[in-house]
Every structure is written in C-alpha cells, then in structure tokens.
C-alpha cells in the first residue's frame, strides 16, 4: 500500500462580500453559452486548447487515478476520418437504430446525419475514458468511478473553454468504437464523447430553447 503523504492546502479564501458577486457573474457568464453546431473555420491557438485541458486535469477523480485521456485534433485529415466515421454511425441513429421516441426527443433540436462542423471546426477533443490502468510493471490497475470522473472533467472543460471565449458541442455518436484506431487510442480507453471547439460561424443560429429554472433542479432540505 502506498504510504499516505499529505501537504498543506493552498486556500485563498474570498472576502464574503465578494462570494456572491462572484458566482453571479460566473452564473451570467455561463448562462450565455450554448451548444453549437455551425463554426467558422478561424484559427484557434494550440496554447487555449492546451490551457482548458489543463483545467480539466484539475477535476477530481476517484482515488485521484485522472482516468481521462483528451485526444485534441486539428489534423484536416484526421478530421476528416472521424466525420465519415461519425455519419456512419449517424445514418443509422436516425434511419432506426435511435427509435421512434428517441428521434422525437431530438426533433426540436433540428439535428440530422450530416455532421459538417466535424471538418469546420478548428479542433476536435475527443475525451476517453481509462477503463483501467496499467502500472510501471504492466499491470492492470482497477480503476474506481471513472465515468463520474471524466464527466466531472469534461464540465470543467467546456466551462473553461467557454469562458475564453470559444464556442463548443457535445458530439456524441454510438457506438463510438472508430475513434480508437483514429486517435491511436489504446484498448483500455473508451471514447465517450467528442468535443467541438471553435467560433461559431457569422449569424449562428442556435435552437430557441431554455433551461429549467433552480425551483425544478434543486431542492433544499
């Protein structure tokens, strides 16, 4: 058993007149960002992307295994390679394999097959879930509450980006198997979701819908 070894914690606390001003702007901040699926094809800096993985990297995980790989792609070819992998699996999402009600759930969102902002968009994250891990002799290590980790990661990720300023969309087709052999993935890595990161194009539109507000989301006991 490794020997338990701790450190003093490194808190900077906030004036309490500052706490609640803070998480509003925060909250307005975040209120503001959408999913988008029509990007301009504008460059976006290698630094930013690596800045936001960086900030994901800070997420908490279950026994501290960080049990995520972020594969970010800017490669056209490569890009390319996962949106024809990505139709695939879409044109048969929506010529059955969703089901009826499944389609319905998606139907105000207006989405289809065609997956253009795969190639448009300036980078791709595909996000990867470590089923286990392998130690410094090639053993298999059990990994502990790996998809709450890489969920709680992938948050902080698409905050982050976000709040530089950039624009961003879950993509998540199933079965999500090619993207393995397309990022050179190992086989204890699972893709879980596909993340895109760019500026959206000029007049964006995005889907009129909102948010449920705090009384259908929390309740306080």
Request: one cysteine or more; charged letters at 25%; a negative charge.
């Amino acid at each position: 058993m490794t020997e338990h070894v701790s450190m003093e914690l490194a808190f900077e606390p906030v004036p309490e007149d500052q706490m609640l001003p803070r998480a509003e702007a925060f909250l307005a901040r975040m209120r503001k960002r959408r999913t988008v699926r029509d990007y301009s094809d504008r460059p976006v800096p290698r630094e930013l992307i690596e800045t936001a993985v960086r900030t994901a990297g800070t997420a908490p995980s279950g026994a501290n295994q960080q049990p995520w790989s972020f594969v970010c792609i800017s490669d056209p070819e490569r890009k390319r390679l996962i949106r024809e992998g990505a139709e695939e699996e879409e044109r048969a999402f929506y010529a059955g394999r969703a089901g009826e009600e499944w389609l319905d759930a998606l139907s105000h969102l207006g989405t289809d097959a065609s997956k253009p902002f795969l190639e448009t968009a300036p980078w791709l994250i595909a996000i990867f879930a470590q089923r286990w891990g392998v130690d410094a002799q090639g053993r298999k290590v059990k990994h502990y509450y790996v998809p709450e980790s890489v969920g709680i990661a992938t948050g902080f990720l698409i905050a982050a980006l976000h709040d530089a300023g950039l624009a961003t969309l879950t993509h998540t087709p199933a079965p999500m198997n090619f993207l393995n052999a397309i990022c050179e993935r190992p086989d204890n890595e699972k893709a879980l979701i596909l993340l895109v990161v760019g500026y959206p194009a000029e007049h964006c539109r995005v889907p009129a819908i909102g948010k449920k507000p705090l009384a259908e989301i929390a309740t306080f006991l």
